[in-house]
């Protein structure tokens, strides 16, 4: 009773395999161990430094151009209530099991083994292109100061090779290689570096900001003043660029990654999240204002819309400031980009998905080295030699799957959490002989004992009392498995709902059809959690006394909404460049993961039960 076989070597069954919350326990005797260095002061720099890229110093005026016209400062505060409902489930979870891995860690233990897989799989993808495609843009930006495009050294200038049709950046390759080379050094003097990168950045923000808005009172904001008012392109533009700008936002899960190294993870974890989402989306908001202002929408520069502004109003020289800003925005977000990747490689390497590798972490730094040094060499590669601007949008589909495999987690662990957890190899025998010691005890006793045991007996089993047990365990196998039921509906609603709604081919009926079905889908789901109660398992589930995500489950079921309908909207040429790369995923998982898992072995027992023997096990007891 209460031991139950794993999922094997293979099959389906492999595919739902979870690990346990904690791995505290695992890694204590590996000796593996990253240091406890971050506080909250660090997760901020880390999290505005990842997420406040140079992005922001273009995105102001193509979304003002061709979306949102003077509203852009509400497409801005849409995009940050949207990222913030991902935020609060990133919250939860990095509190409750915060170890290195971020989204993998989370949907490994929610979910299953082959949904962390493709997750982390992704994820990998997304830092090696995030990385290589902000390192490529630095060039360009840095030139500016020697004179123009094209005017930089000729040791860091891109050259073309005619014969192969390949222009190099050594320029973005040695920047990836010298980012590497501080992250290798330790996570305490990274971060030191990144918040200074970071507070230069905010300055030249806040410069922006206090200059614009002096310049806006002096001129009367000509911009607020333009003939089709503040919603030019209607409430339908505004939630458009709304969609656009949400992108700036995706970075705070860098600060999820680093959990492990969080000195108080169930205060400082939340905290970290929560104000730097906070920072950017004031920002971000307060530049918009500005800039809109300065200049009628539909006359900014798309490409350079914040220097143009200050040149237009004969501040020339502001265009030095602005591009120093977003140098050392990209500078920030490159290592933003690259400190996570390493992370995710260890943790996957430590459960037997990859190779051991990537799971060594150095005695002297207490970070990942070899995982950082291949990091660092794969992306300065691609660096060098491609342009991967057009592969940006793949970048995306890390991201927001991870969003949507996180609030999907978040339903899991109120409703279903985890009840049992996987027991290594090494401790199977002796459960089994402890469990064969303690059958054989009863029965010996049953015997001695009598007639005085059939009083016992019978007091056990009185009918009022079995029937009361029997009836609470019925209920709370039927409310399981409707909140399962009503998880999936909600998953499958928003899928049908969200391609249906996005699709042009289909006929205007069967897309009405269509999305009626999944709406209803998901409001039967949706209606149901709230209607069920929550599991009281959630209460013990991790490490407690950290941040609760509030409104469960609507605030769940809204972030997969949202994410879902922005990931069926990324193209169709961005879905055929990631599935590639899923698929070859798929052949790694099948030829190596499948069987190198730590979980290939194990039988799963429940949380109780697995503490006892863990207990008895560490004092040396042997049944």
Not at 252 to 258: C, G, W
Request: aromatic share 10%.
């Amino acid at each position: 009773m209460g031991f139950e076989e794993a999922a094997g070597g293979g099959g389906i069954r492999a595919l739902l395999r979870r690990k346990q919350v904690d791995s505290d326990r695992a890694r204590a005797a590996g000796g593996q161990k990253l240091a406890k260095e971050l506080s909250v002061t660090q997760l901020i720099a880390i999290g505005v430094g990842s997420t406040v890229g140079a992005g922001v110093y273009v995105l102001v005026g193509t979304v003002a151009r061709e979306h949102s016209g003077p509203a852009l400062t509400l497409s801005f505060l849409i995009a940050g209530i949207a990222a913030a409902l991902s935020a609060f489930c990133y919250a939860e979870l990095a509190s409750r099991c915060p170890s290195a891995g971020s989204a993998y860690h989370y949907s490994y233990i929610c979910v299953g083994e082959g949904v962390a897989w493709l997750i982390g799989w992704a994820l990998i993808l997304e830092y090696t292109i995030g990385g290589s495609a902000v390192a490529r843009g630095i060039s360009p930006n840095l030139a500016l100061f020697f004179g123009g495009p094209n005017s930089l050294p000729w040791i860091l200038a891109r050259h073309e090779l005619p014969w192969l049709d390949v222009v190099v950046d050594p320029c973005a390759a040695a920047l990836v290689l010298l980012v590497t080379g501080l992250l290798c050094v330790g996570i305490k003097e990274s971060t030191y570096v990144q918040g200074i990168v970071t507070i230069l950045n905010c300055c030249v923000m806040l410069f922006v900001i206090i200059a614009g808005s002096y310049i806006g009172f002096q001129t009367g904001w000509v911009g607020y003043k333009v003939s089709g008012g503040f919603l030019p392109y209607g409430v339908n533009g505004m939630l458009s660029g709304s969609a656009t700008v949400f992108f700036a936002y995706i970075g705070f899960d860098s600060v999820a990654s680093t959990a492990e190294e969080v000195k108080n993870p169930q205060r400082d974890l939340p905290l970290g999240i929560g104000t730097a989402l906070s920072i950017c989306c004031t920002l971000y908001m307060l530049v918009s204002v500005v800039i809109v202002g300065l200049v009628p929408y539909f006359a900014m520069d798309p490409d350079t819309p914040i220097s143009s502004a200050f040149a237009r109003h004969g501040m020339q020289w502001a265009m030095y400031l602005v591009t120093s800003g977003a140098v050392l925005a990209l500078c920030s977000t490159l290592m933003g980009s690259i400190l996570p990747q390493p992370r995710i490689l260890m943790a996957m390497a430590r459960d037997g998905l990859l190779p051991s590798f990537f799971a060594d972490v150095s005695e002297k730094t207490q970070v990942p080295v070899k995982s950082t040094i291949i990091t660092g060499i794969c992306a300065a590669s691609l660096s060098f030699f491609m342009d991967v601007s057009q592969l940006a949008g793949m970048v995306s589909v890390g991201t927001l799957l991870a969003f949507t495999i996180v609030a999907v987690s978040i339903l899991i662990l109120r409703y279903v959490p985890p009840d049992e957890v996987p027991l290594p190899s090494s401790l199977q025998a002796s459960f089994r002989l402890s469990q064969e010691f303690d059958e054989e005890k009863a029965r010996d006793e049953n015997r001695e004992q009598g007639t005085s045991d059939v009083i016992v007996v019978e007091s056990i089993n009185d009918p009022l009392i079995e029937k009361q047990l029997y009836a609470s365990k019925l209920d709370e196998v039927k409310r399981c498995k409707t909140a399962a039921c009503s998880i999936a509906s909600v998953c499958a609603g928003v899928l049908i709902l969200t391609s249906s709604a996005s699709v042009t081919f289909l006929p205007f009926l069967v897309m009405c059809f269509a999305c009626v079905f999944g709406g209803l889908l998901l409001l039967a789901g949706l209606g149901m959690l709230c209607w069920i109660d929550q599991d009281d398992g959630r209460h013990s589930f991790g490490h407690s006394g950290g941040f609760i995500c509030p409104f469960v489950p609507m605030l769940p079921v809204m972030c997969i909404l949202i994410n879902t309908y922005l990931l069926i909207n990324l193209g169709g040429g961005t879905w055929m460049r990631v599935g590639v790369w899923l698929v070859m995923g798929v052949f790694v998982y099948i030829f190596y993961g499948r069987t190198h898992s730590s979980l290939t072995d194990v039988v799963y027992v429940p949380t109780a039960q697995a503490d006892e023997i863990y207990a008895s096990s560490s004092s040396g007891f042997v049944a």
